[in-house]
Nanobody, 128 residues
Framework: QVQLVESGGGVVRTGESLRLSCTAS????????LAWFRQAPGKDREIVAAISWSAGNTFVADSVKGRFTVWRENAKTTVYLQMHSLKPEDTAVYYC?????????????????????WGKGTLVTVSS
């Protein structure tokens, strides 16, 4: 059974940084595409970043481009989201997600991103 555990959330001030981690257990981590989503209060869940199985392709949403970076360490079955220059509008629950088909093309070409597994989320609060 696949489990995803996020960590690293917390309360920070505008302009500060946080690093989120998501460690997976079970399944074939090295073959998965991985993504970070977030959901702010009263808003829909949105994709923030994604990385292909090989780490050869990455995606970062325009709203966070230049501030957020995604990478993975397969040996640790962990994906990271480094967040710099945080803004109050970044406040949300951040979720780690798995698309088992591996490529970003498949992830973005699938209904609702074809997510197979979700973490429980970690809360990021950015105060002004």
């Amino acid at each position: 059974q696949v489990q995803l555990v996020e960590s690293g959330g917390g309360v920070v001030r505008t302009g500060e940084s946080l690093r989120l981690s998501c460690t997976a257990s079970g399944g074939s981590f090295t073959t998965w595409a991985l993504a970070w989503f977030r959901q702010a209060p009263g808003k829909d869940r949105e994709i923030v970043a994604a990385i292909s199985w090989s780490a050869g392709n990455t995606f970062v949403a325009d709203s966070v481009k230049g501030r957020f970076t995604v990478w993975r360490e397969n040996a640790k079955t962990t994906v990271y989201l480094q967040m710099h220059s945080l803004k109050p509008e970044d406040t949300a629950v951040y979720y780690c997600a798995v698309h088992t088909q591996g490529s970003l093309g498949s992830l973005f070409g699938s209904p609702n991103y074809g997510i197979d597994y979700w973490g429980k989320g970690t809360l990021v609060t950015v105060s002004s």
